[in-house]
C-alpha cells in the first residue's frame, strides 16, 4: 500500500494544507470508510447522493488517521490533524492513484469485458504469482472509486498487477485505463449487458476498446476473436500502429484457440491450438477455459512457462457466487448467482449439460439493466434453455416470467416449466430434490439475492 509523508502526499496532490499536526507523519494505506480506518491512513471523505463523509472525520480521527482530503466548500474542517485542501475529493483519490502507478515500476494487465472479467482476473493472477510479486483488484472495485483504491493499495515490490475495469457508459474505461496504463490489455467479450445506458452492442464494443487509449506504448491487447462485433470494432476504431494484436476464442482462426475441453465434477482439462499439453483448472465450464486462454497469452507474454502456467492454474484465488460447485445431500448445485445476463446465462447451461447426470434444473431469476428489449431478451433466453435438454425450468421474478413463456412455447411438452412470483415458494419446491441425485443451476442478477436460495438448500 502508498507509504508516503503527508507531506509527500501533499506534494503528489499540489494541494493546499491546514498545519494542523506533523506533515512528516508517515501515511500508511487510504480509506474511504471512517469504520475502517486504521492508524496512519489518510482519510478520503467522499460526498455521495446519500451520504457525506465528511461529517464523520472525526470517528477517522479517534482511530488513528494521519491526515485528511478535505473539500472547500465543506465548513468546519477539522482541528486536530492535518487537513489536504482540493477541489473535490474523489477527484483528488483519483489523481493521488494516478500519480503513485506511475511512481511504481510494475507490469499491469487491464481486464474488461462483459462477462468473464473478475474470473480471468483471479485465473491470470494466479499464473503470474508463480513467478512474480503479483497483487489484483480485490472483490469487484471496478468503477471510479474501486479502480483508485486499489492502485492505492499495491505495495512498493509489486512486480505485476492484474487491475479489473467495468463501466456503465462510454468514456467511464477511457478515464479508468489512462489512470492505470496497462501494458497489456484484454477485453473478454462483448454481451448485452449495458444495454439500458448505451442503447447497442456496437457502442458496447467502443466502450469495451476504451481500454487501449491508456496501454503503454509496445502494448499488447489480447482480445475476443470469435465475437464480428468485436473484431469489426477493432478495424473501426483503427488499433494498430505499435500495439501489438493477440486474438482467443474457439475458434481455429483465432491467434490461441480451444482445441480440447473436458469437463468433471472436479475441473476442466483443456488444450490450446492441438498442443499435447493439457492443462487442468478447479473451475467450470467451457466459458472458463476460454478465459484461461486470455490469460495465457498474457502470461506468456510476461516469459512464463506453461509449467508456471499450470501451477497457476491450480492455485487460483476465486472470488464467490461464480460457477461454486456445491453439494446438498445428494443434489448438486451450480451457484452462478452473483450476476446474470443472456451470454453467462448461456455459459452456465453449457456447463450445466457437460456433466453425466440425467436430471438437470434450471433456475433463473430476472435479468437487470438490459434496456427496452428486456421482456423480448428474457423470452429468447427461455426458447434456448428449452433446447438444452434439462428436466426443468424454473423461474422467479417479473422478468423471470418471460423466460418460463419463452421455455413453454419451444418446448415439446415433455419440459416442466413452472414461475415462482414467490422466492419462499420456489425455496420449498426445490427442498425435496436435495434428497435426489440431480443438479440444480442457480441464476440472477446479484439484487434478485439468489444466493438466498442456494444457502437455503445447502442449510
Keep these: 500500500m502508498i507509504l508516503r509523508s503527508v507531506d509527500g502526499i501533499i506534494r503528489m496532490l499540489d494541494a493546499d494544507y491546514i498545519d494542523n499536526d506533523d506533515i512528516q507523519k508517515r501515511v500508511c494505506g487510504v480509506c474511504i470508510d471512517s469504520r475502517k480506518v486504521v492508524e496512519g491512513n489518510l482519510y478520503v471523505p467522499i460526498k455521495g447522493a446519500n451520504n457525506n463523509g465528511h461529517e464523520f472525520v472525526q470517528q477517522a480521527i479517534q482511530k488513528g488517521a494521519a491526515a485528511t482530503l478535505w473539500n472547500r466548500d465543506e465548513a468546519f474542517p477539522p482541528e486536530n490533524i492535518t487537513v489536504i485542501l482540493v477541489d473535490d475529493t474523489l477527484a483528488a483519490l483519483q489523481k493521488l492513484a494516478a500519480v503513485y502507478r506511475r511512481q511504481l515500476s510494475m507490469k499491469v494487465i487491464g481486464i474488461t469485458g462483459s462477462n468473464g472479467k473478475t474470473s480471468t482476473k483471479d485465473i491470470l493472477a494466479g499464473m503470474l504469482s508463480q513467478r512474480y510479486v503479483t497483487q489484483k483488484t480485490l472483490g469487484n472495485y471496478n468503477n471510479e472509486i474501486g479502480v483508485p483504491l486499489t492502485l492505492l493499495s499495491m505495495s512498493e515490490n509489486t512486480q505485476v498487477a492484474v487491475i479489473e475495469m467495468g463501466m456503465e457508459n462510454l468514456n467511464e474505461i477511457d478515464f479508468l485505463t489512462k489512470m492505470v496504463c496497462p501494458d497489456i490489455a484484454i477485453i473478454t467479450n462483448i454481451g448485452t449487458a449495458h444495454l439500458e445506458n448505451l442503447k447497442t452492442q456496437e457502442n458496447i464494443a467502443k466502450a469495451k476498446l476504451e481500454i487501449t487509449h491508456g496501454l503503454a506504448p509496445f502494448g499488447m491487447l489480447i482480445y475476443n476473436g ?111 448467482s452473483y450476476k446474470s445476463n443472456p451470454q453467462s446465462s448461456i455459459a452456465a447451461l453449457e456447463t450445466l449439460v457437460l456433466f453425466d447426470i440425467p436430471y438437470k434444473i434450471a433456475v433463473f431469476a430476472d435479468m437487470l439493466d438490459l434496456g427496452d428489449q428486456s421482456d423480448l431478451i428474457h423470452f429468447q433466453l427461455g426458447k434456448q434453455t428449452a433446447e438444452y435438454g434439462v428436466s426443468e425450468v424454473l423461474t422467479y421474478g417479473e422478468m423471470g416470467a418471460y423466460i418460463a413463456q419463452g421455455a413453454i412455447d419451444q418446448s415439446d411438452g415433455t419440459l416442466h416449466v413452472q414461475h415462482f412470483a414467490d422466492k419462499a415458494k420456489l425455496i420449498a419446491y426445490l427442498m425435496p430434490y436435495r434428497n435426489k441425485e440431480c443438479m440444480i443451476l442457480i441464476k440472477g442478477s446479484r439484487s434478485m439475492k439468489m444466493d438466498e436460495v442456494v444457502d437455503a438448500l445447502i442449510q
Excluded at 483503427?238 to 469437463?263: A, H, M, W
Design 226 to 336: 470469435d465475437q464480428k462485433l468485436l473484431r469489426d470494432a477493432v478495424t473501426k476504431e483503427g488499433i494498430n500502429g505499435d500495439i501489438r494484436i493477440k486474438t482467443f476464442g474457439e475458434n481455429s482462426g483465432n491467434d490461441v484457440y480451444l482445441s480440447y475441453v473436458q469437463q468433471t465434477e472436479d475441473g476442466i482439462t483443456f488444450s490450446v491450438n492441438d498442443e499435447p499439453t493439457r492443462f487442468t483448472m478447479d473451475m467450470l465450464g467451457k466459458h472458463q477455459a476460454v478465459n484461461a486462454i486470455s490469460a495465457m497469452i498474457a502470461a506468456r507474454a510476461l516469459q512464463l512457462s506453461d509449467t508456471d502456467i499450470q501451477f497457476g492454474l491450480n492455485t487460483i484465488e476465486k472470488t464467490g457466487m461464480r460457477n461454486e460447485l456445491m453439494r446438498a445431500n445428494k443434489a448438486l448445485i451450480l451457484n452462478d
